[in-house]
């Protein structure tokens, strides 16, 4: 590699917003936590990716997180945010944690009568685990004014769906079945 193009590299490493790899991290961390329940892994969709990353940016510049989003579209969605914002490990640290935080609300979360969890938050974990979602995308901003991480998650098709009484909470019975093995009993990388 001659000077030039070193040079080069350095520059463009330096000017990028996120690692690269942090779209395996948040699928994988998904898919650790969709095996316990016994179902498929979600793909990861760049289409989506790109929407989570531009909800990022507007939650950032509107410095909440209200599911106010419009290019969300009719997509399932998950947000955090983290009061810290410098350097690539606190990102990572950051999504790892959201996502983290999304699932610890399954303790929160009575499968066989949901309807009775809802005054506790658990629409995060249910989005998550929701078996007829297939798909993923993962956007992550760091804002360096208001030192704040944001953190968005999409989803298609959408999960926690309400049906028609008297049984609204049919569909979440179905889609969010209790875990069948651990966390710790899962062969795998952890980041
Ligand atoms: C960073 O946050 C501030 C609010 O504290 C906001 O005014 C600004 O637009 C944000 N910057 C970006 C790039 O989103
Ligand atoms: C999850 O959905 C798939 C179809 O997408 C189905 O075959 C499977 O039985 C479902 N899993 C459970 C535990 O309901
Ligand atoms: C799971 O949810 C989908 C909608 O996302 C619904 O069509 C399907 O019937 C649900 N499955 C079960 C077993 O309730």
Redesign the pocket.
Known sequence: MNLITFVFLILVSASAYQPIWYEDIALDRHNIYRRMHDYADLEYSDTLGALALMCAKYYSKIHKIDHSCIYKFLHGENLAFFGRNTGAPEALDSLVDAIDGWYAESYDYDYEQPQSSTSAEIYHFTQMI????FQMGFGIFRNYTSKRTYVVALYE???N?LIRPPDSF??????VTAPVMSFQNQDYDMY
């Open positions: 929701w078996n007829s979602t098709p959408k999960g769906i049919k569909w979440f019975r179905g889609n």
